[in-house]
Structures are given as C-alpha cells and as structure tokens.
C-alpha cells in the first residue's frame, strides 16, 4: 500500500471523447474518491460533445471495504443543464477534422512530410551534386540514415509520439540495404580513405540494425535470438560485391535460400515466442516486412541495375513467393493476409512466367511450390478454384518433365508410336493416350475426396477431369486407331469408377453404355474403313434392333438401351437424309428400310407398360410421319410408306382411340389417294390443275357427308373418325378458299384466265357450307358463306372487264346489304343482340372495298366513302360496346367531304398551301356548326347524347384551328375576309366556350386557346401590307406597349363579365414576355426597363416578390446592352451583375428564409460570390490587386454581416492568389522552390506530430469553431 507522505504522480489517462461508458466511468472514479468534483465539472465542460446529467446511484447494501477518508459516499451534484434534445450528429468538416487525428491519417502526414523532405534535400543536393566525390555523394544519404535514426531514438523515448517513432524506424530500417548498395555502386574500397569511410558507416548501420530491432519500446514483435538479426543484417552485405562476375546471381540465390532456410528454421524451433503479442498492422510483423523489402531490393537489384537474365532468377521469384505466402500464414492473427498471399501467388506466377521457356528445371520446382501453396489452401478452404489450379498445374507440369527427357529419345517415342497408330500427319493426337493416366490419377483424388465426405469438391473435381477426358476424346478423332483406343479406355475407366462408387448418377450410365455403342462403332470403322453410308445407316438400325430389343425389362441399363437406340434411330435417318437428293434422281430405294424404325416402336408400344407405351406410341407416330421424307418423293415406293403409315396409325388408333391418330390416318388415306390419282394408277387420267379444283371441293363434300354417316352410327370410334374428318374438311375448305382466293387476284392482275370449273367449285364448297352448317348457328359457317359469296363475286365478274374499281364497289353493296340483312334478321326474329358475324362480316366488306380503291381518287371515290362510313355507322349504332366504331363511322363521313374537297382543290392551278389549308379549316368549321345545329336529330339517330356530339364539334373545332395555325404561317393569296371570318367563328367559339356559366369544366383551357388563336390572327394582321407599316415603327417599343395591354388585361372585372380571372391575368402575365422575346435585340433598354417596371407592380400588387427575378433579369439585360453600347468589353464587367443577381435572389426569397432551407441559401451565396471572385482567380491573376480587392470586400462582407459564404469566399480567393503568386514566384527561383518544399514537408512532419500528441486540444478547438460557423447565416 502506498505511503500517504510519498508524494504524488500524475498518470496520464488517454480516453476517446465519444466513449459510450465515459460518463459511468467518471461516476466511478468520483465515488472511489480518485478524482474531485470539480475536476469532473472541468472535464465535462471541456471535452464533453454534449450535456448530460449526472443521476446519483441508488442506496445499496454496505460492503466491508475500505475506503479512504476523502472518497465518502456522497450523490452527485448535477450542476449541468438537462438533456433537451438528442446530440447533434457533427457536421462533414467537424468529422473531416477530426479524422486528422487518427492513426491512418498521422501515419500518412508523415509518410508525405518525409517524402517531400527527401526530395526536395535531394534535389537541392543534385544541383550541387558534381562539386562531391563519391564518398561525399554517399555521405548525403548516410546523413540523411544517421538524421532518421537519431529522430527515431528521440521519438521512442516520447510516450505521446509512438507512431511518429514507428514510421521513422521504418523509414531508417528502409535506408540500410540502400545504404550498402550505394557503397557498391560507388566502388568505396578503391580508395583507402573511402574504405575506412565504408567500415565505419557499414558498422555504424550494423549497429543501428541490431539497436533498433531491440528496442522493445518502438517495436515489439521482432523475434527473439540471434539469426533473425543475423538474416536481416546480412541481407544488406550481400549488396557488396557485385562488380564480381556472377555474383548477383550468387547473391540473390544465397540471399533466397539462406532467408528461407532461417526463417522456417527460427519458427518450428521458437514458436511461442515468435508469436506476435498484438495483430500487426499490415497483416505480418514489421521484421518480415522487411525481410520481404530486403529480398525484393536484391531481385530489383539484380534484373534492372546488374543486367542479370531475369530467366535464370524464376527459382529465386518463386522461391520469395513461397516464402512471402508461408510468412503470412504463420504470422496472422486468424487467416492469412489476403494482400500477402496475393503478392506471394504474383510472385510464384511471375517465377514460373520466366523460366517456362528456357528453364523448365526451374520452371518445374516452382509448379511444384505452387501444388504445395494450393494444396494448403484446398485443405483450409475447400475451394473450388484451388482445385482447378492444381489441376492446371500438376497438367502442366507433365508438360515440364516432358521436356527435361531428350530430344533424340522424344523424336524416337513419337517416331514408333506413329507409325504403330498410323498417325504421322497427327502426331499431336498421341494425347489423347499419352494424358490418359492424368485423367486416372484425378479419379483417385476425386475418390480421395470422396472419402473425407467432401461431396461439392469432388463432384467438381470430376466434371474438371470429365472435361479433359472429353477434349482428349475430340483430339483422337481425327486417327481411328487412336480413336477406338480412347474409346476403350474411356469405357473401362467409367465402367470402372461406376463400379467402385456407391451410388451413381442416371447420366453416368447413359455415358458409360454410349461409350459402349461408340467404341463398337469405331472398331467396326477401324476394320472396316470403305463402308459406304447406306451400309452405316443398315448398320447402325441392325445396333438400334439389338439395343431396343435389350431394352425390353426393367434397370436403369435398360433405360439407357432405349434413349441409345433412339439416337441411333436419329443417326440413321440422317444418314439416308444426306443423300436424298441423289437417291430420288437415281431411283434408290434403300431408304424404304429406315420404314423397321416405326415397326418397331410399335413392337415396343405393344410389348410395353405404361407410360412408357405411349412415348413409343408418339414417338411411332413421328417416326412414320418424318419416314414419308424418303418415300415420298420416290414413285411406286412412296405408295408403300403410306401403307405402311395407315397400318400403323390404324394399330395406335385401335388401342388409344385417338382424335389426333384418326386425323393422321384420314391424312395418310387421303395422301394415297392424292397418290393414286398423281400417278395415274388403275387407268385414271391426269387431272388439270381446275380439275383438283373440283376434286378438292368434291372431297371436302364427302368428308363432310361421311361426317353425317358417322355421327349417326354413334358408337365411340366412330365419333373420333367424324370429329377428325370434320377437322380435315374444315382445313381443306380453308386452303381451297385460300386458293381460289389467289385464283381471283391472278384474273385481275391479268395473269390468268378464269373458268367455269373453278365457279362450280366455289358453288360446291358454298353448297357443303350451308350443308356442314344446316340447323346450326356457327360464326365460323357465316364467314365461310360469306367468303365464298365475295369469291363467286369475282369470279362471275372476272369474264368481264378486269377492273378492281368494280370490285370494291361490289364490296360496298355487299357490306351495306348484309348491314340491312342483319338489322332485317333482328327485327324479323325480335332479337335483342345478334350474332357476331352479323356485325362483322359488313365491316369486312367495307375494309376490304377500301383497300381495292386505296390507289383511284376521283369524283366519286368520296361517294364510295360515304358508303363505307354508312357500312360503320349502320353497326355502330346498334350496340352501346360498338360505340368506337360509330366514332369511327363519323370521322368516316368527315373524311368523304374532305376527300370531296380535296378533289375539287386538286382541280385548280396556281393556289397557294396556305389557301388549301384555310379552305380545310373553314370546311372543319362548317362541320362544327352543323354538328351543333343538328343535335336534336342526330341525339334520336346515333344515339348519343349531347356531351358526346359536343365533343365530335370539339375535336372538329381542335383541326380546324391546327390548319387555321399552320396557314398562318405560309403565304395565303386567298381573300382576307375569309380569314378572318374563319379565325373569327373559331376564336368565337373557343371565348364562348369559356364563360362560366357553360356547361364545359375546362372553361379557361378555351379561353387560353381562344387568346392564342387572337394572337395568330394578329400576326396575320401584321403581315398585311398596311399592318407592317404600322408595326414595323413601333417594334422597338412593342414591349412597353404590350405591358399597356397586358394593365388592362390584368384590372378589367371578367368575373362580372361571365369569365373566370385566372385566364386573363395569366396572360397579362406572360404577354410582355413573349413580346419582349419577339422584338430580340431591336428592343431599346428603355422598354426593358418599362417592362421591368410592370413586373414590380405585379409582384407589388400580387404580393409575389418572385416577380422581381424576372424584373431582376431585364435589367441584366439592359445593363449589359448600355455596357456593349459603352463599348465596356471587360467580362467583369457582365460577370458582376449576374453574381450579384444571385445573391439578391438569396437575400429577398421568402422560401429561401426559412431554417430548413438555410443549406439552399449558403449554396446559393456560394455560388453567386464564387461566381464573381472565381471569374477574378481565372483571368485577372496578371493583375493580383483585382482578385485582393474583391477578396478582401467579400471577407469583411462576411465578418460584418456574419455570413460564412462570403467568409469562405473570400477567404478561399485571398488564399489561392496567395499561393499563386508564390508558385510563380518560385517558378521564376527555382532554388526557392525546392527550399519551399523542404519547408513544407518539415510542416508536414510537425503537423503529425502535433495531432498524434495534442489530438484532444486540437478536435476541441475545431469542434468550438465549426460550432460557432453553425451559428452564422
């Protein structure tokens, strides 16, 4: 216990400010009388961010412990103010600030303070570099050594400055090998005043080595005992000596070998206490650092100063790169540095990249670092990619030893290998056997695996090898005797590992039993190499039998049996397929054998359980279907396919009694026939190509009447057949339709001729129609009578003269009959709704008459669209869904009179564009007053109401004023009067439509387009000859007399008048604008300033102070047409008045006010001071006084009117011509410069030490000063 007379110390306690448990902390101290009262009131008021209250501790039981006199038990003063609010999260600048006191930042302040004190010493010193002989040259940088060292010593002894004496360390302990290189780069021992010079400095640096690796107060992780040290110091003598002819290569080796030998020596026999007592900071103690940077010096040494071949150092590269990966393995707190590891594995890639080529010794050593490397990671990790990697490598490494056997030896192998395989122009393909033993041994480790139950690794591990095994696969192709060697090895290999696994995978076994079937093959091809392809194909069925009729049973071989057989099916049809051509020009029939393949999936189907007898019932199916691709083209044998096809698809169809097997056979039957009467059999005669026409028609009837047969047998397959022989007519009808359709467009393309043949047949097919549809009500049956209708039109039509006109006024008649024919059926059977068909079949009618007179235009094409928009409003009006088409009906009837128009317009000669376009418009505006005048009538015809007719006049009233707007802008040569009259009923109609008290809920929408048509009728007015007499005078005072217009506009009492105010003052708004917009340049700064004036009275009378802005940028302009007047070309000059715009925008905005959008308005007085004092830093630093004077106005702007964006400003500006000022300075002395940077990096230094040892007072200090900025505007 301590003495109470020994006098007492003070212990210096570094806490961070922000430390959740400060507080409890404090309480604590407090009650075990360690610290008084006042002292924790000091501490608060200080260092504290914020208030707290301090709660006095509950009453607890009393503990038999001693406690001094003056640490009684006592509650808290709280003598701070109450918590009112939660803390403030600091600002950006705050938390910038204090992040300066961080280890990071301390640690990178010295990194750049040593840095630029190094550089500019040096510089300084190269400029008198060639008054000093070597040893003075070399006294330099062992001055600069002596100056860190000594710095380090001193800052160790600090307690406050440990950072400061560990980057110094680093740097000292940096400088020692450079130390010894540059003794040898300057030939020191020549001389013997520079050889003693070189002894002591080389044992003065020993010295320092060892003391600073044993101050445990700077660094406490180096190792203990003597070979560390004794590795790390004779790293930097093994500089010495390098003039020696191979001794760098020597040295790096021996550096190398002896480091790793050492180093692993010194951590298998004192392991415990190597071990760091704390995480190091780059993720590996700071002796292995260095031990790396010493390594990499000498490899940096050895290649790009002494010259040495960098191939003969990949072992040494790779060998630091082992070493690198070791030492971040061994000396991490957890896992391995991830940086490290990366530098090891670059260093063990960039080692095998250099010696591939010309060591593969080395190269081979180095893989085999790399297996060892990756094999630890696989152990720890599991990973998938370091599984690939050794793979990779232990691949490559086969290719290595390769090359280490002898040339005359491999030439020989290669040489009788080849000739027993017979492949001497593919000697590359030995591979595919040579590799094979890899593939087993990747097996065996995948098995390996396996065993530890590491499932995910090993099934990867085995898709790796089953890739190689299949590229080796590829490569023996092109040699047969290769190929069927890798075909039986492969086979035993996966029969193999099939074998010894467990359990195994449905693919594995497909594979295995393909390699099977495909080493058979490519024996057969190796004894028979001649076959031709029709033998392969008879082959390769023959295989297909054998595997299907094994297949028969149950096992998963047997399964495979199957799916084999089915490629082997595919593979022969191919084979028949390829020569087709040639087999149907020559008459060969061999492909009538690939017709055993539907055979016998039908066996299959028979002897089969479900499900898998329907797969080969469907696949029966498609087997004959795609059959008839041989035989069809074949006559006589065709014959026999489609046999063949009946008999199978009536076997399936017995068993599944299937709609789809009865259509195929209804199919199959009536492509016999096709073929009977195609080739003349039995005597039949050739049939022309309008007799198929009939026959087809003749065809689709009995199909048809056969249907009825059928349904009145009533038994199950017979309903099949009639269903599938109705779908068959039903097709056949719409390919005959189809193509009598194309018969008809040929006869009035003039390309053919027509017939009567092909009127019987369209009568046939409308007769089998009404027959399918008798009794019935279909939608498809009117079509269908429908269409054959418009074709008996044309083709009665065709015998006359081949005009299409005639047709599409056939058409027209056709729609508007069956129009009255439907509303005749509905009115006859007291229909509320008719069928469909009723309403569309007349719209067909009409589009397609439309379409036939797209390219005539004449008197009468406007009548045939009146006929057609009659078609569509005929069915429009009939239901409230087809109101769309009676839109359309209306549109309809508008285009006729257009289109009437049109053709009158196209009649006279020498009429301008803007004379059509006010005939358009007046034509549109006629329309609208008809639709208007005539509602009553057309309310009880349409049936629309009367917002909806008034709509049709809005939309007709929207075009009329779009081509009233355009013509304005083109020459019109047509009568003023009708211009106006028509700009007048349109500007009537809009203002009308307006007031208040009408119907419209957008009344000032067409006040607004009533007022833009005015506009455009005044610009029409100007345009006159005695308009642009009178305007053409008062241009420059345009805007000042619109602001007269824009007054009365804006005080007149519309809502009295009928009309809501809004429109009107909106345009009393705007009008000067746009007037002023319109006049440009010409306009005289007076009128700027009248209308900048009436934007005062408006912001004054609608209390809207956002008015001035436009005000604000008149004056701009004015201003800046007086300085261009002046001949002010100065940009300062037109740069100042829209700064200071800006900061009357942020002075006087109401929005920008309010304490929420205090951000806004610092921003926006940044910007607008930035604007001015930065265009003064850019182009005025020729004259420094101007940039001052603008500088020091905006500071003491910001000092008297607390603003801190003047501040900032202002301050930022003084500084940046400052230090401009200096670097041209400096630039113009370039000794300052270098003595400035000296300077600079000592301020730097001084800078880190002053945050590392008064961090506290400093973030005080900032934190007090950003809290009164926060307090300014």
Known sequence: MTSPFEPSQKIPIKLPSNHPDLLLGLDDLLNLGLISDDQVKQIARQYLICTVVFTPETESEPEVIYRPPTAAKRPLIATLPPITKPPTKPSFVNSMLQSFGEELSVRWLLFLGVFLVVLSSGVLAASQWERFPAVGQYGVLFAYTLSFCGFTFWAGKQSNLRLTAQTLLIVTLLLVPINFWAMDSFSLWQNPLNLVVMGIASLTLTFITNQLCQNRNIITNFPSGKLPLINIIGLSYLHWGWKLSNFPLIAVYLAMIGTTTITVYNQLTQPQENTNTETPQWGISLYFTFLIYALLTLLTRAIFI?????????????????????????????????????????????GWLVSVITEPVQAIIVSILSLWVFSRRLQRYNLQLDFLAIFLIGLQTIWLGWRLVPNELQRLVISSVTHLTNSQNEPWALLSIALFPYIILM????????????????????????????????????????????????????????????????????????????????????????????????????????????????????????????????????????????????QNSLGVIWLITPLALTGLAIRNTEPNRTTNRFLSVFAVGISQLLTLPLPGIRLIGLGVGIAVMLVHTHYLRNQIYAGIIIGFGLSFLTALLGEGVFGLIQLKISGWFVVTALIILSLWLWRGVLLRKGTELAIIYAAASDKWAIALCTIELSALTLHSSLIYQGTIKTEYFYIITTAIILGAIVYRSWGQSKEAAFYGIGWCLELLTAEILGFGEHSIIRIAIANIILGLTTQLFGEWWRRKHQLQTLPNSFHILPLIYGAFSVILRLNTFANFTGFCSLGVALIIIGVGR?????????????????????????????????????????????????????????????????????????????????????????????????????????????????????????????????????????????????????????????????????????????????????????????????????????????????????????????????????????????????LFTWFNDLNFRDSLWYVTPIGLSLLYIAQIDEQLKLSTTKPLRHSLRMLGSGLICGWTILFYQNLPFIPGVFSLITIFAGLGLKVRAFLYVGTGTFLITSIYQLVIFSLSYSFLKWIVGLLVGILLIYIAANFETRRTQITALLRNISDEFANWD
């Open 306 to 350: 002494a010259g040495v071949n960098i191939t003969q150092l990949g072992l040494a590269i790779g060998i630091c790169g082992g070493l690198v990966i070791w030492l971040s393995e061994k000396n991490s707190s957890t896992n391995p540095s991830i940086l490290w590891e990366e530098l090891g594995r670059s260093l063990l890639l960039l």
């Open 443 to 586: 097996l065996w480790l995948t098995d390996k695996l396996h065993d530890q139950e590491n499932q995910e690794l090993a099934d990867f591990g085995e898709y790796v090898t089953l890739f190689l095994g299949i590229c080796l696969t590829i490569i023996s192709l092109v040699n047969p005797t290769l190929r069927t060697a890798n075909f039986l090895l492969s086979t035993i290999t996966l029969a193999t590992f099939i074998q010894r696994r467990a359990a195994f995978s449905p693919p594995l076994i497909y594979l295995t039993h393909g390699m099977g079937v495909l080493t058979l093959i490519s024996s057969i091809n190796w004894f028979l190499p001649s076959l031709n392809q029709e033998i392969w194909a008879g082959i390769l069925l023959a295989i297909m039998i054998a595997e299907w009729g094994f297949s028969l049973g149950d096992g998963i071989w047997r399964r495979s049996a199957w799916y084999i057989g089915l490629v082997l099916a595919a593979l022969s049809f191919s084979l028949f397929w390829e020569n087709s051509i040639s087999n149907w020009q020559n």
């Open 878 to 1118: 009939r239901r409230e869904a087809f109101k769309p088409l009676l839109y359309f009906g209306i549109i309809g009837l508008s285009i006729s009179a257009y289109e009437l128009l049109f053709y009158q317009m196209s009649l006279s000669k020498g009429e301008a564009l803007g004379d059509g376009l006010i005939a358009m418009s007046a034509l549109g505006t006629s329309i609208m007053y008809a639709y208007r005048i005539l509602t009553p009538w057309l309310i009880s015809y349409l049936g629309l109401n009367s917002q909806e007719l008034k709509n049709i006049a809005h939309l007709h009233w929207v075009w009329s004023s779009i081509l009233f707007l355009f013509a304005m802008t083109l020459p019109i040569q047509i009568n003023s009067s009708i211009v106006l009259g028509t700009g007048l009923f349109l500007v009537r109609y809009a203002i009308w439509q307006g007031k208040e008290n009408s119907q419209e809920t957008n009344q000032e929408v067409w006040v607004y387009l009533g007022l833009i048509e005015v506009g455009m009728i005044g610009i029409y007015l100007q345009n006159l000859p005695i308009g642009r007499l009178i305007f053409e005078q008062l241009l420059p005072w345009n805007g000042a007399i619109s602001c007269l217009f824009a007054y009365f506009l804006y005080i007149l009492p519309w809502q009295r008048l009928g009309w809501s105010k809004t429109p009107w003052q909106r345009t009393a708004y705007i009008l000067p604008l746009i007037i002023v917009g319109t006049t440009g340049l010409t306009t005289y700064p007076i009128t700027l300033i009248i209308v900048a004036a009436y934007y005062v009275f408006l912001a004054k009378v609608a209390t809207q102070i956002r008015f001035t802005y436009i005000s604000l940028i008149l004056i701009d302009w004015a």
